[in-house]
């Protein structure tokens, strides 16, 4: 199938060339994601392309599920049915349209990313569609182990990490991130119908889905928050130990991102709790000094990274 003037091909109906749909990806996540956009930049100029590629991947999925317009469930879970298929044909090495995929594809096979990780990311899109609630905390990390932990072990594998003792702490990170976008987006999450904080949290904290659906922020919230974003923050410090593992030059954008994800929880503690008025986020003039901290901390590592870049203009590698 040839695309036409949809934005995924040339107006002429011709596929995209590699390097336009690594381009195409990079669009994406810039659109989309300022705090994952600013630390993908600090990777030498090899490695960019590449986290592009997963973001903008896992993006599209996310969206079939996530914004589903007029789609009923099972339009969404045929969508998805298909997403997985073309991704599974494409990393096969068949020709697909989807510029996302052509991309992603290449990422996997030229960095040996496993296919189960790719599938375990499609399986809790998957339950997105149909789990809208999580009894207890290992409920919820079957879930984030496919939406969140393999975006670790991916982003290891483009990174040159070799020794495999580092993926604990690589999902540890993932998971770390996710849990605190679902602190972040807890109002939005529930006007979508999901309630990710886990019931026997709630419970503990008597704290109800009637009060949620209010907005209610009080002291049993607060607590309920408190309990949830350090249990978050115990899984950036279990992250951080595997740091040492991630090749010198490549360390520092994933120093600066944890550090900038883990800033979102101080700002929903500054804001009082409040995560129903408006989203958690880090400013410019934050990320900017957060980045210069990291380079404190590590300035070995820039000077790797300088070492590594690649010349400007090289193609990217097929």
Known sequence: MRVGPSGDGTPGGELLSLPECYERCRRVERYH??????????????????????YAFMREADEIVDDPG?????????????????????????????????AFANTVRLHGIELDTVNAFLGSMKMDTRVFRYETFMDLKSYTYGSAAVVGLMMCRIMGVTDAAADPHAEALGE????????????????????????????????????????????????????EISRARR????????????????RY??????????????????????????????????????????????PKDLVA??????????????
């Open 33 to 54: 994601s300022r705090t994952y956009y600013f630390s993908t930049q600090l990777f030498p100029r090899e490695v960019r392309p590449h986290v592009h590629a997963i």
């Open 305 to 318: 990274r300088s070492r590594s870049r690649r010349a400007p203009g090289t193609a990217i590698p097929a």
């Open 70 to 102: 007029e789609a009923s469930l099972e339009e969404q879970l045929a969508g998805l049915d298909g997403f997985e298929a073309e991704t599974v044909a494409a990393i096969s090495g068949e020709s697909v349209a989807n510029p996302t995929l052509r």
């Open 235 to 250: 899984l950036y410090e279990d992250a951080d130990r595997g740091l040492h593992y991630i090749p010198r030059g490549r």
């Open 253 to 298: 954008p994933i120093a600066v991102a944890r550090r900038l994800y883990a800033a979102i929880l101080d700002s929903i503690e500054a804001n009082g709790y409040d995560v129903f008025s408006g989203k958690a986020s880090t400013s410019a003039a934050k990320k900017l000094a957060v980045a210069t901290g990291c380079a404190a901390r590590d």
């Open 176 to 227: 770390a991130m996710q849990l605190t976008n679902f602190l972040r987006d807890v109002g939005e999450d529930w006007e979508r119908g999901r309630v990710y904080l886990p019931q026997e949290d709630l419970k503990h904290f008597e704290y109800t889905e009637k009060d949620l659906a209010s907005g209610v922020i009080d002291e049993r919230f607060a607590k309920l928050m408190r309990f």
